[in-house]
């Protein structure tokens, strides 16, 4: 029972980092902006956090750190794409191996740093009911930060007309132009947004999750939380929901070796990017699904004056 609960406390974790860069990405192609360098903010992210909790011993600056690096480079990102109109797809590569080089080089002098100690997180009382409690209340506030702030998420994009202009924009920006929106404008803070989010997941990596520093830590979760917007169908529900189960399969891997299964440890460690790659293919059995759900102007660069 106990194995149980530590697997679906490992699940909670695992998923938060997917979880909360899936829904930055999401809010990125909710106004039409795929953002490919989701892994290389990633790393610098969890190097600022990691450099500034080992300088400061304060987590919370740690994940503004974090959170700051993720959105500058977000920002040049979005300045790139929306305003010099240069391909989203060859930037965001370009941004990917720019910051897997810097995190490394940066990163040198941090391998055997150490962050100070802190205190377990429990939820008084119920963090001791059998199996549940170990399980679900004993998690970072962040895992409840994320949960919630998907259902804030949800009541932004559906509810409000701020969310409603920006699903317009990402529908058919000329449209959104013609009525004066300022679509640039509304696209880089998205893109802004979403490079922080990256970037908190990036800190909450190397601060909570392992927390160390490692070259390339991040090992392909951003490439991860990019294909699961398409799984969830652009929908911050499901991008939660699909977070925790491939967080499921990433720690299902450590469960197994745990209690003795003789499968070699590389096949293990394929898990979750063989099932990232079996519910893409899934998905793409469907493409008329896909195209109902999808941002009609997802990927398209806008030009104002044509």
């Not at 503004?64 to 929306?82: Q, Y």
């Not at 070699?264 to 990017?273: A, G, R």
Request: a positive charge; charged letters at 10%.
């Amino acid at each position: 029972m106990e194995s149980y609960a530590l697997l679906l406390a490992a699940t909670l974790n695992a998923g938060t980092v997917l979880a909360i860069a899936s829904l930055g990405l999401l809010i990125n192609e909710k106004v039409g902006i795929v953002n490919l360098g989701a892994e290389g903010m990633m790393l610098c992210a969890a190097i600022a956090g990691f450099a500034t909790v080992v300088t400061t011993g304060s987590d919370t600056l740690g994940f503004i750190a974090g959170m700051a690096a993720g959105a500058g480079l977000a920002a040049v990102f979005g300045l790139l794409v929306i305003w010099l109109n240069t391909n989203q797809y060859a930037t965001g590569l370009a941004l990917t191996l720019f910051g897997t080089g810097f995190s490394a080089f940066v990163g040198t002098n941090f391998v055997q740093a150490r962050i100070p100690e802190r205190a377990s997180f429990a939820i008084p009382y119920l963090s001791d009911i059998p199996l549940v409690g170990p399980a679900l209340f004993r998690q970072h506030p962040l895992v409840y930060l994320t949960v919630g702030f998907a259902a804030l998420l949800v009541w932004f994009m559906y509810r409000t007309r701020a969310g409603l202009i920006m699903r317009s924009v990402g529908e058919s920006p000329e449209s959104a132009h013609a009525l004066g929106y300022p679509v640039r404008r509304i696209r880089l803070l998205a893109v802004v947004v979403g490079g922080a989010l990256c970037g908190l997941a990036g800190a909450y990596i190397s601060v909570i999750y392992t927390p160390l520093w490692v070259e390339g830590m991040v090992s392909g979760k951003g490439w991860i939380a990019l294909a699961l917007t398409t799984f969830a169908t652009w929908r911050p529900a499901r991008v939660l929901l699909g977070a925790y189960l491939f967080g499921g399969v990433t720690m299902l891997q450590f469960y197994l070796q745990g209690i003795g299964v003789d499968v070699p440890s590389q096949f293990l460690s394929m898990l979750p990017y063989v099932a990232t790659i079996l519910v893409l293919a899934l998905i793409s059995r469907n493409p008329q699904w896909i195209r109902i759900n999808m941002p009609a102007s997802i990927g398209k660069p806008f030009y104002p004056g044509a």
